[in-house]
């Protein structure tokens, strides 16, 4: 692997982006200006910092406690083909691989950039934050509005199937 990310940041075990200890990695940059949005020092695409995939997966190799990898920002879908490599090799790790975006999930599969690194992800959690939706009792989403998605049930069926497990909602 040799693509060069943009981060925001990187939190080994983390707690907070998904079920288990996770490493989440946070990509820099993104379109969107939500209201209240939740990381506002990752939405400029000329700031953070270069990392390379094979550092980062270094980090998922080393630490055997991890349950999975979660890509989120910023928006990870503006780096979509250059996750591709990262992405694929969370897959043979065995890990599961969760992507949070600012698009829909219908959005992302139409795109011919985006829909291959949606394709390798177990969950999506897909959808802006709307600030008037927000619910801080919700698992692992900040508001209402987003879905968490079961991405290889969606694929199998052609239609957006919402995850029903209990780690995730
Ligand atoms: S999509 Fe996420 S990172 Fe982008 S502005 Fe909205 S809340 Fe912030």
Redo the contacts with the bound molecule.
């Keep these: 692997m040799s693509e060069i990310l943009r981060l925001a940041g990187i939190v080994n075990e983390s707690i907070t982006d998904g079920p288990g200890l996770r490493l989440a990695v946070f990509l820099q940059g ?1 379109p ?3 209201e209240g ?4 020092s ?2 400029d695409f000329d700031g953070g910092y270069d990392m390379s995939d094979a550092e980062i997966l270094s980090m998922v190799k080393n630490n055997p406690l991890l349950s999975g990898v979660t890509l989120t ?3 990870p879908f503006c780096q979509a083909e250059r996750l591709m490599p990262l992405a694929k090799n969370i897959k043979e790790q065995a890990l599961e691989l969760a992507i949070y975006t ?1 698009y829909t999930f219908e959005q992302v599969l139409g795109s011919d950039k985006m829909s291959a690194l949606a394709e390798l992800a177990d969950i999506i959690i897909d959808g ?2 709307v600030l008037a939706e927000r619910d801080i009792s919700l698992k692992f989403k ?1 508001s209402r509005n987003q879905r968490v998605i079961d991405v290889a049930k969606s694929l199998e069926s052609g239609k957006t199937v919402l995850c029903t497990s209990e780690r995730w909602i």
């Excluded at 949005?37 to 506002?40: E, L, Q, R, T, Y």
């Design positions: 993104c969107r200006r939500c949005c939740h990381n506002p990752a939405l920002g910023g928006e600012g802006e934050f900040g």
